[in-house]
């Protein structure tokens, strides 16, 4: 989302979220000043509310499937793509899945931040999934620090499968320490991303992650 949207964002939509949907916000003093890439628990389309609620008025993007809707809501979602400028990515092609990560990439070196929920899909339950290696991957091209995010009450306001979202101020947001794993990032410059070591560096920061957003939703 470009500085102009964020900042309308920030002046005409965050008051009325505060109001009828934020219950409480931990851990803003966290927030790094410069960019970062914010890591969060997904269980509802609510979260991009509550992920924007934290990057406003700041330059940021998302990185949205384009795989899933057809028809009129597909319309709109592309609609919503173009005002928001979210990354698309078609899950089920390879090359649509490299190009975002390059134009991800692309953002995050020219200063912006970038809203990735870590397990890459919402949950269907409510409960935290495994993580994939995209948060690892992006920050070892980069080294822009990951800001881990734990959202609470976004799933029991609008779950996967419900259409729309019932409005109660119950959602609670917490952000943690920024990570930045220089130790990793120092030893991953020299190997091969096809190499056991540069797996298993991106494993660890992956485990590291979703630990971190596991203990921000207790």
């Not at 990057?55 to 993007?61: A, S």
């Not at 793509?81 to 390879?94: C, E, L």
């Not at 409960?127 to 029991?156: D, H, N, R, S, Y």
């Not at 070591?197 to 590291?208: C, N, P």
Request: hydrophobic share 40%.
């Amino acid at each position: 989302m470009n500085r102009v949207c964020s900042w309308f964002c920030k002046i005409f939509f965050k008051p009325p979220v505060d109001k009828h949907l934020i219950k409480e916000v931990q851990g803003l003093e966290n927030v790094p000043v410069g960019n970062f890439i914010l890591a969060a628990n997904h269980q509802s389309h609510l979260d991009q509310i509550a992920t924007g609620y934290i990057c406003v008025p700041r330059k940021y993007h998302y990185i949205g499937q384009t795989d899933r809707y057809t028809g009129f809501p597909r319309m709109i979602m592309y609609f919503l793509y173009f005002f928001a400028d979210v990354i698309p990515v078609n899950r089920k092609d390879k090359k649509s899945r490299e190009r975002a990560v390059e134009k991800a990439i692309k953002v995050l070196k020219k200063g912006a931040c970038l809203v990735i929920y870590p397990e890459g899909t919402r949950s269907r339950t409510g409960q935290l999934q495994e993580g994939k290696f995209g948060v690892a991957k992006l920050f070892l091209k980069t080294g822009v620090p990951i800001l881990p995010l734990g959202i609470k009450g976004t799933f029991e306001l609008m779950p996967p499968g419900r259409a729309w979202p019932k409005f109660k101020k119950i959602i609670e947001l917490k952000a943690g320490k920024p990570l930045f794993f220089e130790k990793e990032f120092s030893e991953a410059k020299n190997l091969s991303e096809d190499s056991t070591e540069y797996q298993l560096i991106t494993q660890k920061i992956t485990d590291k992650v979703m630990e971190e957003i596991a203990n921000l939703i207790k």
